[in-house]
């Protein structure tokens, strides 16, 4: 099964900062779209935010605009989520993920955790 591998969760404190990575050595980013969604115990999961490598075309969910940024490194063929200022309300489990269009291929990551203390 091919997987992604994410890395960079972790505990800090509110208003502090975490790099989510995702990457994948089976095949490469360009033509797909590389996103993250987030759950919370007792929660649905939501979708956190995006990029469509074809277009460079990026997303957020409106309660991290301004303070997560997703980018691309192609070289590294990695995904990478900057996540700061952050509050206890993003505390979740993080999932990377990599689909094509119509979400006619895709592939996962395993969960990363990220805990945000008041």
């Known amino acids: 099964d091919v997987q992604l591998q994410a890395s960079g969760g972790g505990l800090v404190q509110a208003g502090g900062s975490l790099r989510l990575s995702c990457t994948t050595s089976?095949?490469?980013?360009?033509?797909?779209?590389v996103g993250w969604f987030r759950q919370a115990p007792g929660e649905e999961r939501e979708g956190v935010s995006y990029i469509d490598n074809r277009d460079g075309a990026t997303w957020y969910v409106d309660s991290v605009k301004g303070r997560f940024t997703i980018s691309m490194n192609n070289a590294k063929n990695t995904v990478y989520l900057q996540m700061n200022s952050l509050e206890p309300e993003d505390t979740a489990v993080y999932s990377c993920?990599?689909?094509?269009?119509?979400?006619?291929?895709?592939?996962w990551g395993q969960g990363t955790q990220v805990t945000v203390s008041s």
């Open positions: 993920y990599a689909t094509t269009l119509g979400w006619k291929n895709t592939y």
């Open positions: 089976a095949f490469t980013f360009n033509d797909y779209v």
